[in-house]
């Protein structure tokens, strides 16, 4: 009996897999982590290789824990973080590393695409204003700077299009990445002859697009054997991880939304009325009709990473003995300590920043040590910044026409108590976790679900399958304490703003790191 689906992730630190059976309940989950190579500030790539070993490794993990699975399973979809850069010769092999959506290096070409088309002529056309978050100032990176590269280029994927090609032999491309390369007409779904001439592409050159749940192909016998899955299972075309995560959420239509914390954040916003804003991001739900406003924060989850990789030593260490996440154990530290971290405010700006503020140059900042400040004041400081980013980008949201009612959470940020009541809190909202509570892979297992006929249609399966399991409701004397922290924060920034790009100015010695 073909009862259970298999959503697969390629998140920015690792790769999850996650088998859940057909009416919702989660049977295994596993992630496999691969590095990422930060060359020079705003330099960030991946191997492409490393997604598709991490990828089998997680999922041959998750069907080895669920008697008979391979022969049960009845799709398969994959999500992942987006958008990237990726060039394939014409034997579909990679030309370079990918550049993925965390690399900045493209922000000479954001000028000279403004300078040529206008930003408002580029958001008219795209409905996303120019920014080397999008794959097109990439492309015209690698145009002026690895022209070589470019003549061999047979094709351009996504993760997701390179890892179903690993899976079934064919490439793919869906509406939700396909509105990230900012080379399309958003309202029409045309291809833009101006940005791609500009760029320096072909439309032939992207492969056909597609909606998430249609059907791609069958894992091929190779890519079985490297898996674990049987050859024939079906592979649906897949989305962005958000939009994924969103389902996951429960946030299929408008009312709820949701927000997803990984390396970075994302809020997840529903519309079905195509809401644009220029600090925002626009981009197809996995839902065919409707639409989400992105606020997408850089380094929220990353913050704490590097936290924890530069200073806790000594977490990691008592983890490891005692078998526990360090995280766990820098998070109750926090917890010790009341709102407001004693006085300390964070600007989580750690790899410049998206939505709202849109700034390369922007850098973390901490604000308010003194020789008194503990380390878990840090830490708290690190998770209360993170919050107010995201409460800047929900204001944004509301000017735009889209206030929020309810938050639900949704990632690895989403495990941690007190990180979802802070959240609460600076917000004034409730903060709801769905019962999966695993990201996007139960997205990804719903599309797979609608491809393989499990499913009628992806809301109702929203609706019939998305349960909340817990809810965090904002304290009022908290709530009212960020209310005084939060014009601070913001104003940090306003004060900080012109420092930040003359210090972007300097001239610093290069180091290298792989994370």
Not at 220 to 235: K, R
Not at 416 to 429: E, R
């Amino acid at each position: 009996m073909k009862d259970l689906l298999l959503g697969l992730d390629i998140g920015t630190t690792a790769a999850k897999a996650a088998l859940f059976h057909a009416g919702g309940a989660l049977l295994a989950a596993t992630d496999a982590p691969y590095p990422t190579q930060f060359l020079k500030p705003g330099w960030v790539e991946q191997h492409p290789e490393d997604w598709w070993l991490a990828a089998c490794e997680a999922i041959r993990r998750v069907v080895a824990r669920t008697k008979e699975a391979p022969v049960r399973i009845a799709g398969l979809a994959v999500s992942a973080q987006a958008p990237t850069m990726l060039p394939l010769d014409r034997e579909s092999r990679p030309l370079r590393p990918a550049l993925i959506w965390m690399d900045r290096r493209a922000e000479q070409e954001v000028g000279l695409i403004i300078k040529q088309l206008g930003a408002e002529r580029v958001f008219h056309i795209t409905g996303n204003t120019p920014d080397a978050f999008y794959v097109a100032a990439k492309l015209l990176w690698f145009k002026r700077n690895e022209p070589d590269l470019l003549k061999q280029t047979r094709r351009f994927v996504q993760i997701t299009g390179y890892l179903n090609y690993r899976l079934t032999g064919i490439h793919s491309l869906d509406h939700v990445h396909a509105a990230l390369l900012q080379l399309r007409d958003y309202a029409s779904g045309a291809w833009s002859p101006e940005l791609c001439e500009l760029c320096g592409v072909e439309p032939s050159q992207f492969p056909q697009i597609r909606h998430g749940h249609e059907l791609l192909g069958e894992v091929t016998s190779e890519a079985a054997e490297a898996t674990g899955l049987l050859p024939g299972t079906p592979v649906m075309v897949g989305t962005v991880d958000g939009a994924a995560a969103a389902l996951e959420a429960g946030a299929a239509e408008p009312g709820i939304a949701a927000e997803m914390t990984g390396t970075s954040t994302v809020l997840l916003i529903p519309s079905d009325g195509g809401l644009r804003d220029p600090a925002l991001t626009i981009m197809p739900h996995a839902v065919p009709g409707m639409h989400l406003l992105l606020g997408a924060m850089v380094a929220s989850g990353a913050s704490l990473r590097w936290f924890r990789d530069q200073f806790g030593l000594p977490e990691r260490e008592a983890a490891e003995r005692i078998n526990l996440d360090p995280f766990d154990l820098l998070t109750a530290q926090a917890a010790a300590v009341p709102a407001g971290s004693s006085g300390v405010i964070f600007l989580p700006y750690m790899m410049g920043e998206r939505a709202p503020i849109w700034h390369t140059n922007a850098r973390g900042v901490l604000f308010g040590l003194s020789l008194a400040t503990p380390k878990a004041a840090i830490i708290r400081a690190i998770l209360e910044g993170a919050a107010f980013a995201l409460r800047h980008n929900v204001e944004v949201a509301a000017r735009a026409g889209a206030p929020l009612q309810e938050l639900r959470s949704v990632g690895g940020g989403a495990r941690s108590p007190l990180w979802c009541q802070i959240k609460a809190d600076v917000l004034g909202l409730p903060v709801l976790l769905p019962e999966a509570s695993v990201g996007a892979p139960f997205g990804d297992a719903l599309l797979a679900g609608m491809g393989a006929g499990l499913y009628d249609d992806i809301v109702g399966a929203v609706r019939r399958l998305v349960r909340p399991q817990r809810r965090f409701e904002p304290d009022p004397a908290a709530h009212d304490l960020y209310n005084a922290i939060y014009p601070i924060f913001r104003s940090l920034y306003e004060h900080l703003r012109e420092d930040f790009d003359r210090a972007a100015a300097v001239r610093y010695p290069e180091t290298g790191s792989s994370l």
